[in-house]
């Protein structure tokens, strides 16, 4: 909705959500807080697609689009595909642009190199030292602690994907990028 505020008379926000409760409350809030949607405000439009990323993306190519900007904020592990299949499929025009969100993801993009040790999450309180179950109260600490681990495992498993994305626009010749350190960190990227 602020992008739509912020575009010219006769411009198109697309946005895609695969969660299907997720897409109604935002249908619903685009129509009855804001009137912005294909029937309402006739400056500019939001058309909301109810599918997975990569499936409005080969829609969007399908039906000719092309883009003047792109925001990518979906799964991690696929923004190397999204990006690619952007290019490939000349989603965004030649003066366009492409915002990547969370290439910093937490701080955590730096230790992507490192071993994964407990000392680079300290963004995470430290887990407490195991011991040998003595009652069912230490069972549950046990487990929580295994919980805390796979937890800091699948939020460095998120880093690695951003590391690797980062690495792949920064080696990518038909672009240039400006990584901005602000908030959880946000490429600007742009065709040569």
């Given at each position: 909705?602020?992008?739509?505020?912020?575009?010219?008379?006769?411009?198109?926000?697309?946005?895609?959500?695969?969660?299907?409760k997720?897409?109604?409350?935002?249908?619903?809030?685009?129509?009855?807080?804001?009137?912005?949607?294909?029937?309402g405000r006739?400056?500019?439009?939001?058309?909301?697609?109810?599918?997975?990323?990569?499936?409005?993306?080969?829609?969007?190519?399908?039906?000719g689009?092309?883009?003047?900007?792109?925001?990518?904020d979906?799964?991690?592990?696929?923004?190397?595909?999204?990006?690619?299949?952007?290019l490939?499929?000349?989603?965004l025009?030649k003066?366009g642009?492409?915002?990547?969100?969370?290439?910093?993801?937490?701080?955590?993009?730096?230790?992507?190199n490192?071993?994964?040790?407990?000392?680079?999450?300290?963004?995470?309180?430290?887990?407490?030292?195991?011991?040998?179950?003595?009652?069912p109260?230490?069972?549950d600490?046990?487990?929580?602690?295994?919980?805390?681990?796979?937890?800091?495992?699948?939020?460095?498993?998120?880093a690695d994907?951003?590391?690797?994305?980062?690495r792949h626009?920064?080696?990518?010749?038909?672009?240039?990028v400006?990584?901005l350190?602000?908030?959880?960190?946000?490429?600007?990227?742009v065709?040569?």
């Amino acid at each position: 909705m602020a992008m739509a505020d912020g575009m010219s008379d006769g411009g198109t926000v697309y946005t895609c959500e695969k969660d299907v409760k997720a897409a109604q409350l935002a249908r619903d809030t685009i129509l009855e807080r804001h009137g912005l949607c294909e029937e309402g405000r006739e400056s500019v439009k939001i058309d909301l697609w109810e599918d997975s990323a990569m499936k409005s993306l080969e829609t969007m190519a399908k039906n000719g689009l092309q883009f003047d900007a792109i925001f990518i904020d979906a799964d991690k592990g696929n923004y190397i595909n999204y990006f690619d299949f952007i290019l490939a499929n000349d989603l965004l025009s030649k003066s366009g642009y492409i915002l990547a969100d969370n290439v910093l993801f937490r701080g955590m993009v730096l230790d992507s190199n490192k071993e994964h040790s407990d000392h680079n999450m300290s963004f995470l309180p430290p887990s407490p030292p195991s011991s040998p179950p003595l009652s069912p109260q230490s069972n549950d600490s046990s487990s929580k602690d295994r919980r805390m681990k796979r937890s800091q495992m699948s939020l460095q498993k998120t880093a690695d994907h951003m590391d690797a994305f980062n690495r792949h626009i920064k080696n990518d010749q038909r672009v240039e990028v400006v990584v901005l350190p602000i908030f959880d960190g946000i490429s600007i990227i742009v065709k040569k």
